[in-house]
């Protein structure tokens, strides 16, 4: 099955609150987990950072957009519980909740003003027209996925031209490339004497050579083909 939107972890949040009581967000996610049935993969998969799974991020927008509309508060740092707005709310037993139905509270649509205010020179995560791993329209995937998908395909796309122009480069260009990369990567220490670019016509194919220590003892020598 495909993850859950952010939005539509909001009422199994409100649901876990209010019949278990304060709980910490990794606690959140597990429940919240267990709840929706999500795979061992499901619970694994992480953002393209790698600094967190999919669903820690999900669970944590929708703990700050219900944290915004009051429903849910925070009594101490990283503990969540319910309010009586949110008691409230799912009084009247809502097949789901989401922006929309959140901005019937003015403190919500305070908050969602100043956001928009806060970022009125940058694009809106909606105009990036971003697509998560599943399809799901930007408008619904958590912001923090949205921008590091975004960041993920202008890196790539760097990538991409940064590969044209170096094999549109002259071969002297390449070679240059290939020793500055391997010092830079530790070889020969951090000396910039330490390499240097050999190649030219009838040199047996060594396009660089690089000492490993100062006496030039020990040396690497390098061939670079494109």
Known sequence: MALPTYEEVMLPVLDILAASGPRRRRELVLEVADRLQLSEAERQQTLPSGKATVIMSRVGWALAYLKQARAIESPRRGIYQITDRGREILARRPSKIDGEFL????????????????????????????????????????????????????????????????????????????????????????????????????????????????????????????
């Open 103 to 226: 901005s019937q509270f003015p403190e919500f649509v305070d908050f969602v003003q100043r956001a928009r205010t806060a970022t009125a020179e940058k694009p809106e995560v909606g105009d990036l027209h971003v697509r998560s791993e599943e399809g799901v329209a930007s408008d619904q995937v958590a912001p923090e996925e949205a921008l590091e998908a975004a960041y993920g395909r202008l890196r790539a796309g760097l990538g991409e031209d940064l590969l044209e122009a170096v094999k549109n480069a002259p071969p002297v260009f390449f070679e240059q490339l290939v020793i500055d990369l391997l010092v830079r990567m530790g070889y020969g220490g951090s000396r910039t004497e330490a390499a240097r670019a050999v190649g030219r016509s009838g040199d047996g194919g060594i396009d660089g050579v690089i000492d490993e220590d100062r006496l030039g003892l020990d040396v690497i020598y390098v061939q670079a083909k494109r």
